[in-house]
């Protein structure tokens, strides 16, 4: 399967984007040869700004050129953007709704060996609290092409939560993204497997185990965390019965609470949740990680036994 890494996507289409608008500006935190801005630096010079290691000076400075009329980029760390720069993004971002696409690169524990300093396990919960906020995390590179040409093109402010290493790509040429809408990727009966980023890769592989044994489960990306799917959500919990979570981030406050405040409200099922519970990454291999805190196919897997197990009880 071929593999690719969202950022790398991300700089190239901000490329193609500063073709068709003039009116598109980039700012970076000191990080573009990371974030890979720098290919829109190298193309634009005159439109990209780099803000040097001062997030909430780059939110700021992102609000006044929206103010001004321009579609803004900002991109540095998952870990620099909504932790550092919470405070700018409340008041002059989401209070005035302002035009600012934040893309936050080198989310989750695949940051891998810079530790757990860098690993922004909490950033989706931040950035979901705040009102007319749009958050997506994408799964693959064509996902991402899209995700990136959707929020130019829509208003309002956006936070895009990245990876740092090549994922599979997972998404042919006919795949056609929209905010808000869930994409069943796999279809079953038995339970419904719902996630993004780079775990959807892994529910995927998890499935395709199950379907060995004779279970049937329902694959979901729903990358569109805020706002979220629910008629999607109820229809995959009345056609299964049972459902997974899963997502690279801290148990509370990002894809799985929003699902299960869903569940609660529309149709509740029995729900396990694969995410990192209540604590913070260590330094080693991204795939190693993933491992150590239970975030790859067998134990989705074993969670979607363990939802199925609940429902028949």
Known sequence: MAEVATREVYGRTLVELGRERPDLVVLDADLSPSTMTIYFAEAFPQRHFDCGIAEQNMVSIAAGLAASGKVVFASTFAVFAAPKAYDQMRIHLAQPGLNVKVVATHGGVT?????????AVEDLALATSLPGFTVIVPADGPETEQVVRAAARLPGP???????PKTPVIHGEGYRFEVGRAEVLRKGGDVAIIA??????QALAAAEALAREGVGCRVV???TIK????????AAARETGAMVVCEEHLEQGALGSAVARALA???PVPVEFVSIRDCYGTSGPGEALLERYGLTGPHIAQAALRAIGRKRA
């Open 111 to 119: 940051v891998g060996e810079d530790g757990f300093s860098h690993q």
């Open 158 to 164: 956006f936070y895009i939560r990245l990876g740092r």
């Open 196 to 201: 993004c980023g780079v775990l959807v890769s």
């Open 221 to 223: 990306n729903i990358a």
């Open 227 to 234: 706002p979220l799917d629910e008629a999607a959500v109820e």
């Open 265 to 267: 409200r529309r149709y």
